[in-house]
């Protein structure tokens, strides 16, 4: 690896630059991500997951880079172009751009009209106007007609000289970077509607006549006016100075950098106006439309880099939820006309029992569904009822209250489950395979239990993007969009282990070292053969060699089986360091773990070697302690309130709990049980300045909400997370459930605001009524 490119990573990262020398080692050696950071802190001095992803992504950017700067200096060369200046300037280039616009005056092209002008002899003509402006452009463009190649009158002459001159000016790489960042700063993007499609494209009516400063575009307003662009909405175009500028001859300031680049100035000589004429054309013609791509090809990638880490960001607390664990389930997925189909799962999440019971329209048959699912709950020792949040999800959750108060003996919980993905699970490949015998539409009920025992075991058998918890998530570059996913998929589920003894094949693909295909392998080992006794026994399954074991093994996780260590975090090539401590303490390994006082009284520095420093000792002794800690919070459910079952039944300043369903940008929304999700704006988060919606709100998380506003005929509803209202203390008009994150942030002082609004304006969080409109607007945009 090039040293500057682990300098650079380090300096990006604010580590040392050995720490990324050592990653990149590992890295290029096949190590996985989560297997350096979690079994390689000695190498990497403790670089973190989070760092090490942003560590592989500059790695391959940089790289490609290197390559393409060799592709470059090589092609220069064979021209017999490469000067020392201009290997010294592309050797220092630190980015693709810099580096195409130094190669792009030598870059093979179609033959141009500069070129086609030099061919006709032309060159001289263009050379003698720039350097002696006293001769007259018509005069001298007589002497070089040429018939022959199009030249035929002085018009023409001069036309194939200023192609020529704006080629040249157009592609010095200096005056391209200095314009490009120049409009960065101080262009404007502005939209206007195609009349064709007004009407059509109703939708984006905010930006049929809208423009802001292109730096300060937010990714979700960027996205909107990309994706009516695409449609054929909106005209987009950059605006770099004045639209009409009160002296049309004076340049503009694109105009004036190339003026000041080249020399150009009106000093009344006779080809001065001319020389003018070639700026103007060079800045309209060949640099504004390059930067216009250029600059927009920065918003969007801008734009959809954020989009991405909101989804990723949002996909990882879901993944992350609280799992209700190994507890039989009833689930439900609710319907009408065709009835609720349900399934019954056991605590290990086989299917043991279905039903389709009709509680609703036409059939009403209300008793006879309770009775059925009180004998499924009775027959198969069921501890909770999970209801998914679709069609029905209300009417349906009302029947479980009143199960529950007709079998109080059952001692059953309800859970309304979020459904999304569901289907799509049902419809799979996957699906088939593992319920073969269940028709499609019960395989939704049994995907709506299994998601309340573990949502990261389930929800891995679903494409990211069916789990509706991005924004804009069809706009953006699918492939980077996929990636970023991915490797929150594998961060997550190595985060929180594997059973190898239970986990689906599609769960055991996304462990450390594990594909798809090791992953079936090991399935149909363990159906063969039994369940697995020790980590040793996984080296029988074919194909599973010592560099996959290495990788894998402390991610699975082989309950009660013959080594206790083996149900823990702890990687088998450290437990010599566990022998070491078990004869220092002299106990057995059963009577040390969860021996807090003992543990902590230890000094990891007394058990390392030349292989295992302090970093990993301390693990080691943290997993003894609480060997195979799920790093996931407490499982907790909200309670709906009773009599709140549609928008019509919402009241302003009704204090509610709800699940919160999404985060992006400009907020979170919130199921509070009406089947229209609730918004609290960023502004209405907390008692204090939120820059980042993540910070008080996660997908999946319990929370209390205040209502703000309901409009029943756009069906929006607007809340809050904060219980004060501005006439004094909100009077909670519902049953009190438990607290959800963010509830105690309201103590905290200070305003602060939050960017939001056209043109980056700011608007104050004490007022929420238009950034309400304006994020409900956004949210609708997303939708369509």
Same mark, same amino acid.
């Given at each position: 690896?090039?040293?500057?490119?682990?300098?650079?990573?380090?300096?990006?990262?604010?580590?040392?630059?050995?720490?990324?020398?050592?990653?990149?080692?590992?890295?290029?050696?096949?190590?996985?991500?989560?297997?350096?950071?979690?079994?390689?802190?000695?190498?990497?001095?403790?670089?973190?997951?989070?760092?090490?992803?942003?560590?592989?992504?500059?790695?391959?950017?940089?790289?490609?880079?290197?390559?393409?700067?060799?592709?470059?200096?090589?092609?220069?060369?064979?021209?017999?172009?490469?000067?020392?200046?201009?290997?010294?300037?592309?050797?220092?280039?630190?980015?693709?751009?810099?580096?195409?616009?130094?190669?792009?005056?030598?870059?093979?092209?179609?033959?141009?009209?500069?070129?086609?002008?030099?061919?006709?002899?032309?060159?001289?003509?263009?050379?003698?106007?720039?350097?002696?402006?006293?001769?007259?452009?018509?005069?001298?463009?007589?002497?070089?007609?040429?018939?022959?190649?199009?030249?035929?009158?002085?018009?023409?002459?001069?036309?194939?000289?200023?192609?020529?001159?704006?080629?040249?000016?157009?592609?010095?790489?200096?005056?391209?970077?200095?314009?490009?960042?120049?409009?960065?700063?101080?262009?404007?993007?502005?939209?206007?509607?195609?009349?064709?499609?007004?009407?059509?494209?109703?939708?984006?009516?905010?930006?049929?006549?809208?423009?802001?400063?292109?730096?300060?575009?937010?990714?979700?307003?960027?996205?909107?006016?990309?994706?009516?662009?695409?449609?054929?909405?909106?005209?987009?175009?950059?605006?770099?100075?004045?639209? !009409?500028?009160?002296?049309?001859?004076?340049?503009?300031?694109?105009?004036?950098?190339?003026?000041?680049?080249?020399?150009?100035?009106?000093?009344?000589?006779?080809?001065?106006?001319?020389?003018?004429?070639?700026?103007?054309?060079?800045?309209?013609?060949?640099?504004?439309?390059?930067?216009?791509?250029?600059?927009?090809?920065?918003?969007?990638?801008?734009?959809?880099?954020?989009?991405?880490?909101?989804?990723?960001?949002?996909?990882?607390?879901?993944?992350?939820?609280?799992?209700?664990?190994?507890?039989?389930?009833?689930?439900?997925?609710?319907?009408?006309?065709?009835?609720?189909?349900?399934?019954?799962?056991?605590a290990t999440g086989k299917v043991v029992d279905t039903a389709t019971i009709y509680p609703h329209e036409p059939k009403k048959q209300w008793d006879q569904s309770i009775?059925?699912?009180?004998?499924?709950?009775?027959?198969?020792?069921?501890?909770?009822?999970?209801?998914?949040?679709?069609?029905?999800?209300?009417?349906?959750?009302?029947?479980?209250?009143?199960?529950?108060?007709?079998?109080?003996?059952?001692?059953?919980?309800?859970?309304?489950?979020?459904?999304?993905?569901?289907?799509?699970?049902?419809?799979?490949?996957?699906?088939?395979?593992?319920?073969?015998?269940?028709?499609?539409?019960?395989?939704?009920?049994?995907?709506?239990?299994?998601?309340?025992?573990?949502?990261?075991?389930?929800?891995?058998?679903?494409?990211?993007?069916?789990?509706?918890?991005?924004?804009?998530?069809?706009?953006?570059?699918?492939?980077?969009?996929?990636?970023?996913?991915?490797?929150?998929?594998?961060?997550?589920?190595?985060?929180?282990?594997?059973?190898?003894?239970?986990?689906?094949?599609?769960?055991?693909?996304?462990?450390?070292?594990?594909?798809?295909?090791?992953?079936?392998?090991?399935?149909?080992?363990?159906?063969?053969?039994?369940?697995?006794?020790?980590?040793?026994?996984?080296?029988?399954?074919?194909?599973?060699?010592?560099?996959?074991?290495?990788?894998?093994?402390?991610?699975?996780?082989?309950?009660?089986?013959?080594?206790?260590?083996?149900?823990?975090?702890?990687?088998?090539?450290?437990?010599?360091?566990?022998?070491?401590?078990?004869?220092?303490?002299?106990?057995?390994?059963?009577?040390?773990?969860?021996? &807090?006082?003992?543990?902590?009284?230890?000094?990891?520095?007394?058990?390392?070697?030349?292989?295992?420093?302090?970093?990993?000792?301390?693990?080691?002794?943290?997993?003894?302690?609480?060997?195979?800690?799920?790093?996931?919070?407490?499982?907790?459910?909200? &309670?709906?309130?009773?009599?709140? !079952?549609?928008?019509?039944?919402?009241?302003?300043?009704?204090?509610?709990?709800?699940?919160?369903?999404?985060?992006?940008?400009?907020?979170?929304?919130?199921?509070?049980?009406?089947?229209?999700?609730?918004?609290?704006?960023?502004?209405?988060?907390?008692?204090?300045?939120?820059?980042?919606?993540?910070?008080?709100?996660?997908?999946?998380?319990?929370?209390?909400?205040?209502?703000?506003?309901?409009?029943?005929?756009?069906?929006?509803?607007?809340?809050?997370?904060?219980?004060?209202?501005?006439?004094?203390?909100?009077?909670?008009?519902?049953?009190?459930?438990?607290?959800?994150?963010?509830?105690?942030?309201?103590?905290?002082?200070?305003?602060?605001?939050?960017?939001?609004?056209?043109?980056?304006?700011?608007?104050?969080?004490?007022?929420?009524?238009?950034?309400?409109?304006?994020?409900?607007?956004?949210?609708?945009?997303?939708?369509?």
């Amino acid at each position: 690896m090039p040293q500057n490119i682990s300098q650079r990573i380090a300096e990006e990262l604010g580590v040392r630059e050995s720490q990324i020398t050592a990653a990149v080692r590992l890295l290029d050696e096949g190590a996985t991500v989560p297997f350096i950071a979690r079994y390689r802190k000695e190498a990497t001095e403790g670089l973190d997951d989070s760092q090490l992803r942003t560590l592989e992504e500059r790695l391959g950017y940089l790289r490609e880079l290197e390559d393409r700067r060799q592709t470059v200096i090589d092609t220069i060369r064979e021209q017999g172009k490469l000067t020392d200046e201009l290997a010294a300037q592309i050797a220092a280039a630190d980015t693709k751009t810099r580096l195409e616009d130094l190669y792009a005056p030598y870059k093979p092209k179609r033959r141009t009209k500069g070129q086609k002008a030099i061919e006709a002899g032309l060159e001289p003509l263009a050379r003698t106007l720039y350097e002696d402006p006293t001769q007259d452009p018509e005069t001298l463009a007589a002497e070089y007609l040429n018939p022959e190649h199009e030249v035929s009158d002085v018009k023409a002459a001069l036309e194939g000289a200023r192609a020529i001159l704006m080629e040249e000016w157009a592609e010095d790489p200096e005056l391209v970077g200095e314009l490009r960042e120049y409009a960065w700063e101080h262009g404007v993007l502005r939209s206007a509607v195609v009349e064709e499609q007004r009407q059509a494209g109703a939708k984006f009516s905010d930006y049929f006549d809208y423009r802001e400063p292109i730096k300060d575009i937010p990714s979700h307003r960027a996205l909107a006016l990309f994706r009516g662009r695409k449609e054929g909405v909106l005209k987009l175009d950059l605006i770099v100075g004045e639209e !009409e500028p009160e002296n049309p001859r004076a340049y503009g300031p694109g105009e004036s950098h190339i003026a000041a680049r080249f020399g150009i100035r009106d000093s009344g000589r006779a080809a001065d106006a001319w020389l003018a004429e070639v700026v103007r054309y060079t800045w309209r013609v060949k640099v504004l439309t390059k930067l216009e791509t250029e600059l927009t090809t920065r918003l969007r990638e801008r734009a959809e880099e954020e989009a991405i880490r909101v989804f990723g960001g949002n996909l990882h607390d879901l993944l992350l939820a609280a799992p209700a664990g190994t507890r039989p389930v009833i689930g439900i997925d609710p319907g009408l006309r065709t009835g609720c189909k349900v399934a019954v799962v056991d605590a290990t999440g086989k299917v043991v029992d279905t039903a389709t019971i009709y509680p609703h329209e036409p059939k009403k048959q209300w008793d006879q569904s309770i009775a059925a699912l009180a004998d499924l709950a009775k027959k198969h020792d069921a501890a909770l009822v999970a209801i998914g949040n679709g069609t029905a999800s209300r009417e349906t959750d009302r029947l479980a209250v009143d199960l529950l108060k007709a079998h109080p003996e059952l001692g059953l919980q309800k859970v309304v489950v979020s459904e999304a993905g569901a289907s799509v699970y049902s419809a799979s490949e996957q699906a088939s395979k593992e319920l073969p015998e269940l028709d499609v539409s019960l395989r939704g009920a049994v995907s709506i239990a299994r998601r309340l025992q573990d949502p990261l075991a389930e929800l891995v058998k679903i494409d990211p993007g069916s789990i509706g918890v991005g924004q804009y998530q069809h706009d953006v570059s699918q492939s980077r969009l996929a990636r970023t996913l991915d490797a929150v998929v594998e961060d997550c589920v190595n985060a929180v282990g594997v059973d190898a003894n239970t986990a689906s094949a599609p769960l055991l693909t996304r462990v450390s070292g594990l594909n798809a295909n090791l992953a079936q392998r090991l399935v149909e080992y363990r159906n063969e053969h039994g369940a697995f006794r020790s980590r040793e026994d996984l080296k029988a399954v074919p194909r599973l060699g010592d560099k996959t074991f290495e990788q894998a093994a402390g991610f699975l996780r082989i309950q009660d089986g013959d080594n206790p260590l083996d149900a823990s975090a702890v990687h088998p090539e450290a437990y010599p360091v566990v022998q070491r401590i078990l004869e220092d303490a002299g106990r057995r390994i059963d009577q040390v773990l969860g021996d &807090s006082r003992l543990l902590k009284s230890l000094r990891p520095e007394a058990y390392t070697d030349d292989r295992f420093g302090v970093p990993t000792v301390t693990d080691i002794l943290a997993e003894l302690d609480k060997p195979g800690r799920d790093p996931r919070p407490e499982f907790e459910t909200a &309670s709906f309130r009773e009599g709140v !079952e549609k928008l019509e039944d919402l009241e302003p300043d009704m204090i509610l709990e709800g699940v919160v369903t999404n985060v992006t940008n400009f907020g979170a929304f919130v199921d509070v049980g009406v089947h229209q999700d609730g918004l609290v704006h960023i502004s209405q988060m907390a008692d204090r300045y939120v820059s980042d919606p993540r910070e008080v709100a996660k997908p999946g998380a319990v929370v209390k909400v205040r209502v703000l506003e309901v409009d029943t005929e756009r069906r929006r509803i607007g809340l809050s997370m904060k219980m004060q209202t501005e006439a004094g203390e909100g009077q909670p008009t519902g049953k009190k459930g438990k607290q959800g994150p963010g509830q105690d942030q309201g103590k905290s002082k200070g305003g602060g605001k939050n960017p939001k609004g056209k043109a980056g304006k700011e608007k104050p969080q004490s007022e929420p009524q238009g950034a309400l409109a304006e994020a409900f607007r956004r949210a609708r945009e997303d939708k369509d």
